[in-house]
């Protein structure tokens, strides 16, 4: 472990330097590591561990996204299998199903979890939440996750670019004696860029907290309220969707991932950084009592409920598609889509 200065805080995390790949290659020589599922995590973490030389199946219930599987070069009754077969050929065992479809599926892979088996996730909502999952791994079985900070389609993505997301792992279970590094190699696997320590309870708190708000809910909500007062106010589409989005997609936020904050200011004129610095301050005290909100929200597990109860609905893709073609309908999108279409990369 590495000991970094975060700000003040002294944190041990494990870097690619310290924890090679060849040395995570050598840990899991042995294991055959079943992906179950091949949604969005399932296709970035498995196409990353087979790049990366581990020996790697992939479980898929048929229909499309089996398909999918066979185009990104998984061979039916080789790397390929139904769910059943692929829990019972691997030996760590990728439970990478929407986590409300965990729920449908645990009996299935508890009865594959044999004895020196291990059950790894890339979220701590099944376990931490057993009450309201039924997933409660049997005593025998390394239980660990490693949950990647991004979505599955940015870590293939990053991975093929040779970079690489930063990962949580944390050990619930530690049968063999091993978890710890088996847990660490699987982060170095699927192309983590750096891994930091966290347990079950914490991740799964601080991903829900964090994807509802400032990574998803309150990122769209602060542009829907910006773009409707402009729009409100008589400026155009255009003007308003490069005011409030195109402009800190484009520009603006690429200068914060490279530098930080201030450096970015910094790039601004003094008359942005004057207005930036007096209006931040409103903008974290008009929000943080939601944040606030949010927070006790997952703490007292009512966004797991929500999540489990909408999740396990027949029709709950039917309903989330509806949702989506809101958003992605309304004008603010609908202007962000022809602003797209103009960029000269695309021209
Ligand atoms: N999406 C991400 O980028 C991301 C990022 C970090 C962590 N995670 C976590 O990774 C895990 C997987 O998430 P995901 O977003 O990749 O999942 P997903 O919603 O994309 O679903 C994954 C797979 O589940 C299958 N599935 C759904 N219902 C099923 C059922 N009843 N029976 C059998 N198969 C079924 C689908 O066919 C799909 O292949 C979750 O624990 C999630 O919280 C996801
Ligand atoms: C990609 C996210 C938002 O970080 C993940 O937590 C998820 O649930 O998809
Ligand atoms: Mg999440
Ligand atoms: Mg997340």
Not at 295 to 309: D, F
Request: hydrophobic share 35%; net charge negative.
């Amino acid at each position: 472990m590495a000991t970094i200065n975060f700000g003040g805080v002294e944190e041990q995390v494990v870097t690619r330097e310290e924890f090679p790949l060849e040395k995570a290659r050598e840990v899991l020589a042995n294991e055959t590591i079943a992906v179950i599922g091949y949604g969005v995590q399932g296709p970035g973490q498995s196409l990353n561990m087979r790049d990366n030389g581990f020996n790697v199946i992939v479980g898929q219930r048929k229909g499309k996204t089996y398909d999918k599987a066979i185009a990104d070069g998984w061979v039916p009754g080789e790397t390929l299998f139904e769910i059943e077969e692929a829990l019972e050929k691997g030996t760590i065992i990728c439970f990478l199903l929407s986590d409300a479809a965990q729920i449908e599926l645990w009996p299935t892979v508890k009865a594959a979890l044999k004895p020196g088996k291990s059950l790894y996730f890339s979220h701590g909502f099944g376990v931490t939440y057993k009450e309201k999952t039924g997933i409660v791994p049997p005593t025998d079985v390394d239980v660990f996750l490693v949950a990647p900070k991004g979505s599955g389609t940015s870590l293939r993505r990053l991975f093929v670019e040779g970079k690489g997301l930063n990962s949580s792992f944390a050990i619930y279970q530690d049968a063999s004696g091993n978890a710890r590094t088996k847990a660490i190699a699987m982060g170095i696997g699927v192309g983590s860029g750096y891994l930091f320590e966290t347990d079950f309870y914490k991740e799964v708190t601080s991903d829900l907290t964090g994807e509802r708000g400032t990574l998803m809910g309150a990122i769209q909500g602060i542009f829907a309220a910006q773009y409707e007062v402009l729009r409100a106010n008589g400026h155009s589409p255009s003007e308003a969707f490069n005011e409030t989005v195109e402009e800190l997609t484009q520009s603006l936020m690429p200068l914060v991932a490279e530098n930080g904050m201030d450096w970015m200011y910094a790039n601004c004129s003094t008359t942005a950084q004057r207005g930036a610095l007096d209006w931040w301050k409103p903008f974290h005290d008009a929000t943080k009592p939601v944040f606030e909100k949010l927070y006790n929200s997952v703490k007292s597990q009512e966004q797991a409920e929500i999540s489990i109860t909408r999740n396990s609905q027949p029709d709950y893709r039917e309903k989330l598609e509806i949702e989506l073609a809101e958003l992605r309908d309304s004008e603010m999108w609908q202007a962000g889509k022809a602003v797209r279409s103009l960029r000269p990369e695309r021209s």
